[in-house]
Structures are given as C-alpha cells and as structure tokens.
C-alpha cells in the first residue's frame, strides 16, 4: 500500500487521436489558454493540477491517465513491484527533477506515479497567498477559480472516476484497496478512496466499457452544465445532474468537441486539500503572519502627516531663512 507516500493528485493527462479539438474543448472549459503547446504535448494549469493533453498511439483508445504524486518514486515503485503491478514505463526524468512512472491495474487502466519538487500550492494558486485561505475553519484550502471566462469557476480536478463492469467491482475495489488503503465509501453502487483530499472512485455501469472520467470542481454545476452545452452546440450526450447527498451534485457531458470521451463536473462544497496542503498552509501561515508583521511594523514608524498648521509654519520659517540670508 503506498499510504503516506501518497500526495494526492498532480497530473491528469488526455491521450486522443483528435489533439486539436480536445484542446479547443479544454481551453473553452478552463478558460486559459495552454502554457505550453507543441505537436507531442499540449498543457494546461487547471487549478492545482496541469491538464495534458498527448496525441494517441494508432492503436490506442482515448483515454484520461491520472498521475498521484508520491513523496519518493523509487520507494513507491517498489511497493507498486512487490503488488506485482504492471509497469507501463519506468521512471523517467522529465527535466527539472520531475520522476514520472506510469501502470496498469489487471484490467488495462493506466495510472501514474510523479514526483514534483518544484510542485507547491503557492506556485498553483498565487492568489493563495491574497485571502483564499480557510485554515481557521477547516485546515483546507478555498481554491479561486483557473479562469474568469471558465464555464462556471472550474477549480481543477477534483475527482477521478473509473467506471467498470457491475460484475468486476468488488475484483476491482479488492485490487486499489492494495494500493490505496481501504475506501473511505463503500456501496454496491460507488467506491470512493480518498488520496489526500481528492477522490478516486469506482462507478459500475452494466454495458458501459472501462474508462476512467475526470472530474471538475465548479461553484454552480448547473450554471457550469448550462454554459458548457451552450457553447458545444454540438453536444451529442448530456448525462442530467445528480445530487448525491451533502450538497454534492454531479454532471456529465460528451460533445463531439471533445471528440472521444466524457468530462464531468462537480459540484462539492466540502472539498478541501487535507494533508497534502498541510505543509504548504504552514508554510504559508508563516508567510502571511511575516506580512502582516512587517506591515504593522511599517505602520508604527511611518510619520504622522504635518497638520495645516505645522505645514503654514513651516513655509514662514523658510520665508524667514531665506530674508535673513539676503541681508547677510
């Protein structure tokens, strides 16, 4: 079990055989434009997480890949090799210290392992640092919105859904309770665990073929569905809203702007970072009570302003010194 290795999620990347229109797709969801664009890779920064979008193998299927970040790659590749998990590709360095590693589970759903030293909160949410914490209320983070044109405030990735055959769910919660930990929900109809904050859940469909669903956190999840099929006029596949209890709402939309697979929206008012932004907040709580301290301290040795009076006085006395000098 990877346990305390686990940093929650980092990476989720897109493998389509249509890489200009599933970009045109996210840049319209998000509402920023990619930081990076080129032929064999296109991201995005979609809250705390960078959104990637790689051109297919021809004998690929889309699919979505989430990348959970772990604390030391080596460590946890080795508990992965002791499960006897299947490695996609080894641990390779990317530039920069960044370690990526991806697996398949016995199904042929495809995870990944990344380590990211340069990876903070303060650098994925600047605006962090100007008013979106709640530490005092729940030791979590608020997190403000990717982009003011985003349908709806998206707030990154909050949750990723595997769905699978209804006769495969408990092989299957057997398998990522190995690696995960026991799941925090646990019905015939869902399995959620939670990796620091964020979900990763199994979802049983009878019919429906393997394929794992990304997420969005948004503020309105009908404003964000409303707007989002407004804009892909040709939406071919809109799944209705769910309320699945303590004010958690969920949507789903397959357009054909987004050529091959579906992308989800939820709405959950209780989402907060948990142990993964716990150094970071304090790190930050430092930061901050430094700020505000060095700003109290200006404060108190700024000079009070000269009042009418004294400003009046002040002219005659130069007055005065400049008369005296002539007559010297």
């Keep these: 079990m990877l ?18 229109k599933t970009k045109a797709f996210y840049r319209e969801l998000l509402g920023v434009s990619a930081h990076f664009d080129q032929p064999f890779y296109v991201g995005f920064q979609a809250g705390a997480q960078e959104l990637g979008i790689q051109p297919a193998a021809p004998d690929e299927q889309y699919k979505a890949i989430p990348y959970w970040g772990v604390r030391d790659i080596s460590v946890a590749a080795d508990i992965l090799r002791k499960r006897s998990v299947s490695v996609k590709s080894d641990i390779t360095d990317v530039g920069e210290g960044i370690l990526l590693s991806s697996y398949t589970d016995p199904y042929g759903n495809e995870f990944g392992l990344i380590q990211n030293p340069n990876f903070t909160l303060q650098k994925a949410h600047p605006d962090l640092l100007r008013g979106y914490i709640s530490q005092h209320q729940s030791r979590g983070l608020c997190l403000p919105a990717v982009g003011r044109r985003s349908c709806g405030n998206v707030q990154g990735v909050f949750s990723m859904i595997l769905t ?3 006769d495969k769910l408990t092989d299957v919660r057997d398998w990522y309770a190995e690696i995960f930990g026991q799941p925090s929900f646990d019905q ?16 049983p469909k009878e ?3 393997w394929g794992i669903i990304p997420y969005f956190g948004v503020a309105n999840v009908h404003a964000s569905h409303l ?11 809109v799944t209705k809203i769910n309320s699945v209890g303590e004010g958690i709402e969920l949507g789903t939309v397959a357009c054909t ?9 939820i709405q959950n008012p209780k989402f907060c970072l948990s142990n993964a932004a ?25 000079k009070p302003e000269p009042s009418d009076k004294d400003k009046h006085q002040a002219r005659e006395d130069h007055r005065d010194s400049k008369r005296l000098a002539k007559k010297k």
Aim: glycine share 10%.
């Design 278 to 302: 716990r150094a970071d907040l304090d790190e930050l709580d430092g930061k901050l009570a430094s700020t505000v301290s060095v700003a109290a301290t200006r404060r108190k040795r700024k």
């Design 207 to 209: 019919g429906r073929e």
């Design 227 to 237: 707007k989002l099929t407004r804009k892909a006029t040709d939406a071919h596949s």
């Design 164 to 166: 699978c055959p209804t």
């Design 3 to 20: 346990g305390s290795q686990l940093l929650g999620l980092r990476t989720v990347v897109i493998k389509t055989r249509d890489v200009a």
């Design 257 to 265: 702007s987004n050529p091959e697979g579906e992308v989800g929206l």
């Design 188 to 203: 015939p109809f869902y399995v959620g665990f939670n990796i620091d904050g964020y979900e990763f859940g199994l979802h």
